[in-house]
């Protein structure tokens, strides 16, 4: 069920550099459903915790390791624990360029234990547009 979440939802240390080019390669493919998992890998080895002050501190470090991929241009949180279903789930908005594109990505972050990712949205700009 996670799986298909990830698939159709409306993202460790020693391994982190590894994974982030491993994104940035799928992201350039065009294969985003590939990316989840490495989203998820990534969410599994943030501390666990059932408070909001610990999900946000989850979300930020995610922020801040998509930010530190090459092919990422910002990350940022759109909303914490903002759709209310159980679990929660949170928004966080991402853009990466290929080629002469700009690609918008919203993640759906259940609030599970790991939190797990979902793509909600993928939406594209020319590299020219505001």
Excluded at 89 to 99: D, Q
Aim: proline share 3%.
């Amino acid at each position: 069920m996670l799986f298909l979440f990830g698939l159709t939802g409306c993202g460790k240390e020693k391994s982190q550099g590894a994974d982030s080019e491993k994104l940035c390669a799928y992201f350039n493919s065009e294969n985003m459903d590939k990316t989840i998992p490495i989203i998820n890998e990534f969410l599994a080895g943030l501390p666990s915790g059932d408070s909001f002050s610990k999900d946000e501190q989850n979300l930020q470090a995610l922020t801040k390791w998509l930010k530190s991929s090459s092919c990422v241009i910002d990350a940022t949180i759109l909303c914490i624990g903002c759709i209310y279903t159980l679990p929660a789930i949170s928004e966080i908005s991402f853009t990466f360029k290929e080629k002469n594109v700009i690609q918008k990505v919203i993640l759906d972050i259940r609030h599970t234990n790991p939190m797990t990712a979902g793509i909600c949205s993928i939406s594209e700009q020319n590299d020219n547009e505001d």
